[in-house]
Structures are given as C-alpha cells and as structure tokens.
C-alpha cells in the first residue's frame, strides 16, 4: 500500500516571554493545498520517496477553551502527524543559529500572504514552495546559499503530479530564499513565530503576532531579542505522515516506508 508523508503551515498564539508554556490540545487536522514530491536529508539520515508537500489546518483548544485554529507548516521529517497533545514552546533549540531564526520569520511571514492570495494549482505550487523553503533553512547547514535541489536537504520529482509544476515550486522556493537570504525581504513587524511541538508528534510552525509587551524578531528598530527571548519567540515544524487510510486510534499519519 503505498504511503505518503505530507507537511504544512500554522497560526496561533505563542505566549509571552516570561509566561509559562502553553497546552494545545489538538482534535483535528486536514491537509491545505499540496504538490507530491521526494525529499531527503544526508544528516540526520532521512528520506523519503513520496511525500505531501503542504500547508496543514489544525484545530483545537488551549486547556482554558481557548479556540486554536490554524495553518501550519512542517518542522520535523521524522514524526507523524497526528491529534494530541502539544506545547506551544520555543524553537530556539532546534534553530540556534540567530540568523537562521530571522530567515525563518522573514521567510514565513512573507510566504504566508502569498500563499493565501492565491487560488486553484498556483496555489498548491506556492504552498510546496513555501514548505520547501522552510526544510530547506530548517536543515541545511550554512545560512546562505540555499537550494532546494541539492545539499544537506534536496527535493526531487516523484511523479503524482506535472513535473513542470513541481520544478515551478523548486524555482519558486529558490527565488524566495534569495529574496530572503539577500534582504529583499524582512521580518514582518509585529509577528513572530509559534512552535507547536510533542517528542513523539510532527512539529508545526505558524505565523502570529506578539502579545503586547514582548520583544520578537520584526518588532521594529532595536526590538532583536537575546538568545533566551529569541527561544520564546520562534517556533518550528513539523512534517506529517499520510497512508491511504488513517488509523482512528489518535488518527496517527503513517510515514513512507
């Protein structure tokens, strides 16, 4: 049976610097606008054939019955997805290289208005560029000189869908990693990143903005946190394993074998 991993986006509400981490429970999830493609990464060793390449929808709620509703990205190629428990934290672990963490924001927080501007399959080329992107920053060595194509992470074709759209969103990615890398983009202010993560669960990462008070990446002039602020304020990802089938027990997403 053939088997599929699959990724994307997210939004909500990272709490403040100084507040304790927060509880997302989360009972559903779907999957937003999509290409099929392989993906592997030399270090650690990951790879797989045929995977989903898209923005998530999660749902759910805070343990105060907060509503959480959000699209989410892939931070994490070797989990599933599934329903559970996650806490909202810090990706400052994951990504403790600062000019990193900014290109993830700036990177996200343009993306993430472009994807939803568009429509029909300019936008699942967009949301697999976005996604690419975001694996490529999140698990190449360096931060410069990205390519979706080659090096620590690489894309490749895997048939499903048009090579000529699959190539466009490999192209696509490239080109807003340059805009990115060379300062054509910046952080957005007033944003930062949320980091949906469970040692046993695929990590999302999702765009939102800064609760009042708290100083994050884009909050204007001078406003570039220390690292242990930096840590409250990014978040990461998390990619997701999809069989033909779910199983209902946690609704696990199965990885490619």
Known sequence: MKKYLLAAAALTALPAANASATTIIIYNWSIGANLIGGVTVTTPAISHGA???????????????????????????E???????YTLGSISSRIPDLTKLRQML???GTTTGIVAGDSGQQKNIDAAAMQLGIWEILYEGGNSNYNVTSGNFRSSFAGYV???DF???QTLANSWLGNTTSGLWTAPAGKTLGYLTNPNLQSQVYLRD???GEKGLGGGPGAVPEPASWALMISGFGLVGWTSRRRRAGHMVRALA
């Open 106 to 108: 700036t990177f996200i």
């Open 210 to 212: 800064l609760e009042q």
């Open 167 to 169: 190539s466009a969103a």
């Open 162 to 164: 048009s090579q000529a």
């Open 79 to 85: 989990h599933y997805v599934a329903t559970g428990t």
């Open 51 to 77: 995977i989903y390449i898209n923005q998530f929808h999660y749902t759910g709620h805070d343990t105060n019955g907060n509503v959480f509703d959000q699209l989410t990205n892939c931070v994490d190629l």
